[in-house]
């Protein structure tokens, strides 16, 4: 019988191992993760608040890329003069240009885009013909991809 009983702590210990090894390693790499991502999270901020003193300090440094501007007044009414003070981002493609300004307005992302819409691709039938612009955008939750048709 005691012969029995100790196979039987044996077996059950050597299952039991590899189990909670395993739990014990999954909890490991989650905590690491987490580490790492509270770690970045503190670095980009810092990083961004840096950034931000620097410019609110010397006006005459200028960033270059995508930069939020504040809008204050924003509407959609065709007019386009709260954008004036936002740098557009062009991109040149033979006769085609596009213009693209990125602002915040309460939080949100907007953004003004112009073309010069010189391209003869319209059908009014049938929209997955004719030209389209890609917008892709993240955040915490994922990647967000919209696709705008143009329609006339």
């Given at each position: 019988m005691k012969l029995k009983y100790q196979l039987l702590l044996l077996a059950l210990f050597s299952l039991l191992f590899?189990?909670?090894?395993?739990?014990?390693?999954?909890?490991?790499?989650?905590?690491?993760?987490?580490?790492?991502?509270?770690a970045s999270k503190s670095t980009l901020s810092t990083l961004k608040s840096s950034v931000q003193?620097?410019?609110?300090?010397?006006?005459?440094?200028?960033l270059d890329g995508f930069?939020?501007?504040?809008?204050?007044?924003?509407?959609?009414?065709?007019?386009?003069?709260?954008?004036?003070?936002v740098r557009a981002?062009?991109?040149?493609?033979?006769?085609?240009?596009l213009s693209v300004k990125t602002g915040s307005y309460h939080g949100k992302l907007v953004m003004l885009i112009i073309s010069n819409d010189a391209s003869i691709n319209i059908n009014s039938q049938d929209y997955s013909a004719n030209d389209h612009l890609i917008i892709a955008l993240a955040n915490k939750r994922g990647l967000f991809k919209y696709k705008l048709h143009r329609q006339a």
């Open positions: 590899p189990i909670t090894g395993w739990i014990t390693l999954r909890s490991i790499d989650k905590e690491f993760r987490q580490g790492i991502e509270r003193q620097l410019l609110i300090n010397n006006p005459a440094v200028k930069v939020l501007v504040d809008i204050n007044d924003f509407s959609l009414d065709g007019d386009t003069t709260e954008w004036s003070d981002y062009n991109y040149t493609n033979n006769a085609s240009r």
